[in-house]
């Protein structure tokens, strides 16, 4: 839930308050260490974090991660999804609307022309623009964000967007033709039981889309030990490779479509600020490895549109159904 409005943001020298994490798929604690790294991007705290791997399935999670308190400090004011604006990021924020479109409009294909599609962690309700823009004129657009500073950019700009989790939130059960959840499975405390309720919400035949980062990457296996940008210390709590991101789909009672892979160079780009950083290298190159920086991002998203068609990209495209005739026991 987002913090109180009255509520200040925390001191970012103040250490976090911890809970102990398990497997989401497992349901078990039985994990080995994978990597310690610290808030390289934001610096929201002096704390150093433990990432591990789940010996069952594999799995990559937090552990321990921070407490549900803890949001008001370890997303701050400047964190990038609460307003990702073209006045601000320009030439790449045009390229990556113009990316996003094409991808939304493949998972949109056969959708009927009064569709409803719901956006689950929306952010400041980037993807809900395009689809406005670009889809059909009588898709019901709705999406759903947990944080008040991301929801207001949203309604400001006349988007339906509700506050709250997406279990909180009062939403119509089998209504949904196309559910989102773009970069949103990382940041929750238990991807499966979310996953389970958003199935429910999901209309006979509807599709859902998972869009996270990949630990079976090439990424994150030169980065995996501390400095990997997917890590996004401490706000990813669960990460997923191919087949945990298929068992969290078939979990929730969904058929596999798809899981595969496509590029995205902001892995690449953050795990190498990341290492430069944390080694001491000069300020003004650390500071050229952002969000802003279109020569790293170009170059990286060259590499990795190489390595996404050979199945090896730094993003991980569910694409899940949910089966026309519902399974007994799905919910």
Aim: aromatic share 8%.
């Amino acid at each position: 839930m987002s913090p109180p409005p009255d509520r200040a943001p925390a001191d970012r020298t103040s250490p976090l308050a911890l809970v102990p994490a398990v497997c989401c798929l497992c349901g078990v604690e039985d994990a080995a260490p994978a990597a310690v790294g610290a808030d390289f991007e934001y610096r929201t705290s002096p704390d150093e974090f433990l990432a591990v791997r789940c010996r069952r399935c594999r799995l990559v999670f937090l552990n321990p991660r921070p407490a549900a308190g803890e949001a008001v400090q370890i997303y701050p004011d400047d964190y990038h999804a609460f307003q990702f604006r073209p006045a601000e990021f320009g030439l790449v924020y045009r390229v990556r609307r113009r990316l996003e479109a094409r991808r939304l409009l493949r998972w949109c294909r056969g959708l009927p022309a009064d569709a409803r599609v719901l956006d689950v962690g929306c952010g400041d309700g980037f993807h809900l623009g395009i689809l406005r823009d670009y889809g059909r004129p009588g898709w019901r657009l709705e999406g759903v964000d947990a944080d008040a500073r991301a929801v207001a950019p949203a309604q400001a700009a006349g988007l339906t967007v509700h506050l709250g989790n997406v279990e909180e939130v009062t939403l119509p059960e089998s209504a949904y033709h196309l559910i989102l959840m773009v970069m949103t499975v990382e940041h929750l405390p238990d991807p499966s039981a979310t996953v389970r309720h958003v199935a429910r919400l999901l209309a006979p035949g509807g599709r859902l889309v998972v869009v996270t980062d990949n630990t079976g990457s090439p990424d994150f296996a030169l980065f995996g030990g501390r400095h990997w940008g997917g890590y996004h210390f401490p706000r990813h709590t669960y990460l997923f490779d191919k087949p945990t991101l298929a068992k969290l789909g078939t979990a929730a009672g969904l058929e596999v479509e798809r899981v595969g892979t496509a590029a995205s160079p902001v892995n690449w780009v953050y795990s190498l600020r990341n290492w430069l950083d944390d080694w001491g290298g000069p300020r003004w190159l650390v500071n050229r490895l952002s969000l802003h920086s279109v020569p790293a991002l170009g170059c990286f998203t060259i590499l990795d549109m190489a390595l996404a068609a050979l199945g090896r990209g730094a993003i991980l495209q569910g694409l899940f159904r949910k089966p026309a005739a519902a399974k007994g026991g799905e919910s």
